[in-house]
């Protein structure tokens, strides 16, 4: 069972450039969702969407954007990489965010740097 | 500022001890999810609880949401190694969002 597959699982960037973040589950889960992770923090909401075609904005989406053109994909593009975007990225999915559908399911994490 | 607040932010104790996390917002939530999270891997669900007042127990781990539906606790009664890890509270707006806590460090020492 495949789940949640995040690639690349590492990548170091150059301050300004730009990449996209992969994002893909099998579970034909309608709700998808990205998180940054900071050294001993929690996480917090960037984007997030609940369905095909529907995306919006999280707690911090400046610096990033998102689409979703399918239900299995759901990539996280960085426009121009900035050292304060250093972090560990998580992509999670659900059913969906009502009452008993509620359970994320997390990839492995994206651990980006940037210098 | 993140909506959800966790205290103690870091607890280091021995085998046998039992320990609470709490977890505090001034925001409603229709659900309360706690996760644990180990190195290197994504966050995994211990439990849901939706009631306001609701009682889960999971083994040596219970969990309480509040009545308000805005804060929720995590008592783990005599701890062991295998309970080290980070633990996240996280709360549903709605049925869009899904916040985290800013997390709990514990370390269980043998």
């Known amino acids: 069972n495949a789940g949640v597959t995040q690639t690349p699982k590492f990548q170091v960037l150059k301050t300004g450039q730009s990449m996209t973040l992969q994002c893909a589950q099998d579970?034909?889960?309608?709700?998808m969702s990205w998180y940054r992770q900071d050294p001993g923090m929690g996480l917090r909401l960037i984007h997030y969407s609940v369905g095909a075609g529907i995306t919006d904005q999280g707690e911090v989406p400046n610096g990033y954007n998102v689409s979703r053109s399918t239900t299995e994909d759901f990539p996280l593009r960085l426009l121009s990489a900035a050292p304060s975007q250093t972090s560990v990225y998580f992509c999670a999915s659900s059913k969906g965010l009502g009452q008993g559908d509620t359970e994320a399911f997390f990839g492995q994490g994206t651990r980006l740097t940037v210098v | 500022t993140q909506l959800l607040e966790q205290s103690p932010q870091f607890l280091s104790i021995q085998e046998g001890e039992n320990l609470t996390v709490y977890c505090n917002s001034s925001?409603?939530?229709?659900?309360l999810q706690w996760y644990r999270q180990e190195p290197g891997e994504g966050p995994v669900l211990l439990v849901t609880v939706v009631t306001g007042g609701e009682v889960k127990k999971l083994k040596r781990l219970t969990f309480q949401f509040g009545d308000a539906r805005k804060d929720s606790s995590l008592h783990i009664t005599a701890a062991q190694p295998g309970d080290t890890g980070l633990y996240l509270c996280?709360?549903?707006?709605?049925?869009?969002?899904?916040?985290f806590g800013t997390g709990t460090r514990l370390q269980v020492f043998p």
């Open positions: 925001s409603v939530f229709s659900s």
């Open positions: 996280a709360g549903a707006q709605g049925t869009d969002k899904l916040i």
């Open positions: 579970m034909n889960h309608e709700y």
